[in-house]
Every structure is written in C-alpha cells, then in structure tokens.
C-alpha cells in the first residue's frame, strides 16, 4: 500500500476534499457493486496490499491499462497512477448514493473497506513523511499535527468507527515508515537487494498485511529476526529499518503518537562489552550487587518497552552462559538483574546479527542450537557487495551516489564522475572484500588522495604474503601486531575463528578481536 515518494499526492488530495464537502449522496437505489467495479476493487486491492517491494508487473499492468515499467525499486512507486481510475469509480459510486461501508453488504462490504483504506492512505501518506522527517532531522519543536483530526474524519466518512479509526492511523504511520527506511537506507536495484527489501517488508507485516492486521498486530515481539552477512554489508541499516517500523499507537487523546521513532529501536554490540560487564548491561544491576555498583542501573531489556525493537550485533561472539540467560528470555520473555531475585517481563522484540556463517552456527562450536533456533523466527541474508554487482554492475554508481548523498549533500554530483572513473581503475572482478563499508571509505580516500588503492588485494602474492613475515623476521612487530598477524593467516587457510582457536589454544572472542584488528 505504501505509495513511493516520487509521486506527490497534491492533485488527488484536492479532488478527495472537493468530493467530501459538496456531494450529498442520494438514498442508495442498490447495495452492490456491478461485476466490472468488483474486478477492479479485487485487482487493486490485492496488488496495493501486498509487498511494494515485490514485482506483480501482470497485475499492475492490467490496472494501469499499459505496460508496467521494470526498473522501479518498489511497484509502490506507480500507485498513484492508479488513482485517476479509481477516482472514476468511487464518482460513480457517490452518484448512486454508495459512499459509505454501510452502504454496501457481504462480501461488497469487505472489498470496499480495503478501497477506502487505500484511499485514505493515498490522500495522507505525504502528511505522514512529513512528521517522519521532522524527527529524522533531530527537530527540537514537536512536529505539526493540524491534520490529524482532517485524517480522522476522513476515516469515519468512510464509515469506520472512532477506535476503528485511530487504529487504521496508527497502520498507516507504520507503513510509511517501514517503506520510508526500507527504500531509502537500501540502495540498489540489483536481484539480491530487491529480495532483502522483500524480506525487510516480510519481517514487519508477514506476507499477507491483511493477516497481520486482523491478527498479528501488536503481537510480532515474539517474532525474532536473525541477520546473517559479512562484515559491512548493512546489518545495522537493515536491523533499524525493522526496529524503527514497529507498531506505534496514538495516545490516548488520539492528537499524537505514543512514540518517537528514535525510541523505537535500541542497538548494541555485544562484541564491545566486557564479559564481566555483558550481563548489566543487558539486564541491569542492583546497588551492591558488585563491587562498583554504586546505584540500580537500567539494562537494555529494562529500557525497551512492547513498541521497541533491541537490536543484539554480534550475537555469535556471545560466551555459552549468557546465551544461556538470553535463551531463558527469549522462551519466558522474563529476566532478571543481576543481585536481584525479581523477574521483570521483557516486553519487545529481538533482531540479531552475526558475521558467522549459518553453517558455522549449526556446528555447535560456540553456539548453542536451542538458541539458534530461538533467535531464527526469521533468518534474512544480507548480499556481500560483489554478490550485488555480479548481478547488476551499475549498482557501484547507485551505491557510490547515495553514500556520497549522505556526506556532502546535493553537491555530490560534481565528485561522482571523477570518483567513477578512479574506482574504474581496479580489477573488473574486485572482490570487495570490506563490501559497502570499503567501498565507502574507498570514497572518502579518493576525495582526499585522488585514487584508491585496496590495502591488501586477497589473492595477490604480492600483498598477501612478506610484509607482515618480513617485518616479523626483523623484529619490528609488537606481541599484538605478530599474535594478530599469525591469526589472520590461520582464518584465511581454516576459514573459522573456532578452527583459530583450537590451534591457538585462545578463546574465540580473543581471536576475533586479533583477526579484525590485523585486518
């Protein structure tokens, strides 16, 4: 349903009111739609509700009366050039007196509800950027909500009752904002990067939004997400954009939203606590419970409510006691402080990520698989970057504009060419092994030195092998440098950090923190 931000709704907003205040609707002579209106209500319908991301080009095609376009990020996008003919047809059913759910019966009465939320929906969605913006931006100043009570009314001229009605608002807010941060913070048109659109999408509404609202709404806590990719292929983007579109009701005076969207979502990484701390900050401490524990302190289980998400990085490093503890709250949805003897309820929902392979957590070497499969509700795959471009080599370009985008602004363009044509210069099967992360520090390395040059090209003999001997043999690497060094050549031949520690005899997690700090 989510319409794309390419296309305005001002004009059909315009005709929307214009109907609204001066059509008086005579007593309805029938109470059913003619064959014809119930096919194209069934169409739209059935296309407009289901994934945007998805590519249902028969269907829309059909609607559209011409040949849908095959480039679009999200079919969403071309929504609003459906409005034209279902505005037609809703005329036509005002001019009958059929404005109204309770105009219509049966299964008429059920197509028609849905018709009515989409155009609702249409005729608002740019109101609802607007407030996603104004706290994107960090404003200090509460954002302008004049229009609610205009969106309210709308809903109960269509027939929807006041709770009824407050309820379909507080949907629409949450799918603008999940497509807002699924469209926007994914860059790509690659087959890989629509697929994990796909997935996002799936993540927060299931595959059918009508089961969802019907059932599942306020109750995906217990759907747990489980990111699995490489070191800086965007699992923080794609972690925030299902954090940042969970349920957020408005108050009880139905002027607001109960929430802010940076309240929704918390994130960790739990690679950077220390282990004798790991268990405080998770589920907090009391005053005495330790030495240094000076006053009760919350935990991030405490601070997340039932409309937030806790996003947990590196959730593979994890030591087998706490993830013993986490596996209790993920099957109680209960915890308890450390020194305390009083569970609390753990009201929200987890999204994970881990750079370890499915198949490394499947062995058992570190992880339990209770806890695997505890945490997998969901298990969505990020694409590596050269996953991405081996399927569609312009998305470098697309890449390189959105992150250029976001650090010097409007003026990118002036940069992008001369960027390109430096980046041109690496080997057509670059593998980027430090995928958009590299690939963005890659950018800011051209801008300053005027090319890129990888620091180290895996398969090149070259950089692979003597700088790091050489300087071993002449004694000028510290206990750090040659410790980290000697790991990182164990991972590239054994290919997991259990197998580097076995051979080490150190624990995982001190591997790792060697292995990426020589990287």
Known sequence: MPLGRQEAPERHATHFRRHRRHRTPAMPSTRQLTPEERDFFALLTETVFANPFGTDRDRLTRLLGREAPLDTVSQAILYDRLMPALERRLDRLRDRGLSHLDHFIGEDRMLMRQVFLFHGYQHHYALFDGLIAHQRLGHGTAPDLGWMPTLLNALLGYGFDPKESRRWIAL????????????????????????????????????????????????????????????????????????????????????????????????????????????????????????????????????????????????????????????????????????????????????????????????????????????????????????RLADNPGELEDLVGALLGRMIGDSADVLQARIMESLSELPADYPWPGNVRELEQALRRVILNGRYVPDALPGDPASEIDAWLAAAEVGSLDAGELLGGYCRRLYDRLGTYEAVARVTGLDRRTVKRHIDGSA
């Open 172 to 387: 629409y807010y949450q799918l603008r904002r999940a497509y807002y941060f699924i469209e926007r913070a994914l860059v790509g048109r690659s087959e890989p990067m629509r697929a994990l659109r796909r997935s996002l999408w799936n993540s927060v509404f299931t595959t059918d939004l009508n089961n969802y609202t019907l059932l599942l709404w306020e109750r995906m806590q217990d759907f747990s997400t489980l990111l699995l990719g490489e070191t800086g292929t965007g699992k923080g983007s794609a972690a925030a954009a299902i954090g940042r579109s969970g349920v957020i009701p408005l108050d009880a005076q139905g002027q607001g939203f109960a929430r802010g969207i940076e309240q929704t979502f918390t994130a960790t990484n739990l690679s950077e606590l220390s282990e004798g701390l790991i268990e405080s900050e998770l589920f907090g401490h009391r005053k005495g419970a330790f030495t240094g524990a000076v006053d009760n302190h919350e935990g991030l289980f405490s601070r997340c409510d039932s409309y937030g998400t806790l996003f947990l990085d590196e959730i593979g490093d994890l030591a087998l006691p706490v993830q013993t503890k986490l596996l209790r709250v993920l099957q109680e949805r209960t915890f308890t402080p450390v020194g305390s003897h009083k569970p609390l309820r753990f009201e929200g929902r987890i999204v994970a990520a881990t750079n370890r392979s499915l198949e490394d957590l499947l062995s058992g070497a570190g992880f339990r698989r209770d806890f695997f499969y505890r945490l997998s509700g969901n298990i969505i795959r990020m694409p590596t970057l050269r996953e």
